[in-house]
């Protein structure tokens, strides 16, 4: 089967998604604070969401660098996960997904955790298919273009997996 060869580009605010969620009791251990798990959840969610915003097809999780909870997030609080793509090559993608947790009465902000995401665009018979190019708009946004880079490097090296 060919792959379609994909000609446009698309800036990394097309791609931007902001999710929010109340944490409830279901959410959390018996100590008030919210599983690391479910959160990976949400991330994953809010990374997925803004590759197929950028690709436009399906796509699937193939990668997820070091997740470190900075901050505990509790019951009542909002999280909010903001996610753009920071990386777009052949067929492949990194999201990179911000996590703040507010208390809703006081709105104080927490930054808990940003993540790197991978995932593959598939077409729909399931086959890895080409994205968009990705292009910053801003200086902030071209610096993380090129920090996903060397992450990219990284991960392919091979060190990353010995780490």
Request: hydrophobic share 40%.
């Amino acid at each position: 089967m060919k792959m379609e060869k994909v000609d446009h580009e698309k800036p990394v605010s097309a791609s931007r998604v902001t999710l929010a969620q109340l944490m409830q009791p279901q959410h959390a251990n018996n100590q008030g604070n919210v599983h690391g798990g479910w959160i990976m959840k949400l991330m994953d969610e809010a990374g997925a969401l803004a590759c197929m915003r950028h690709a436009q097809n399906r796509v699937v999780t193939v990668a997820v660098d070091r997740m470190t909870f900075q901050q505990p997030i509790r019951i009542g609080d909002l999280v909010t996960l903001t996610a753009e793509v920071s990386y777009a090559g052949r067929t492949s993608m990194e999201a990179e997904v911000t996590v703040v947790a507010e208390d809703p009465v006081s709105g104080e902000c927490t930054h808990t955790n940003t993540a790197y995401l991978v995932y593959v665009a598939l077409d729909n018979a399931g086959i890895p298919t080409e994205v968009p190019k990705l292009f910053s708009e801003t200086e902030e946004e071209q610096r993380r273009i090129e920090t996903a880079l060397a992450r990219r490097k990284h991960r392919l090296s091979g060190e990353a997996d010995r780490s």
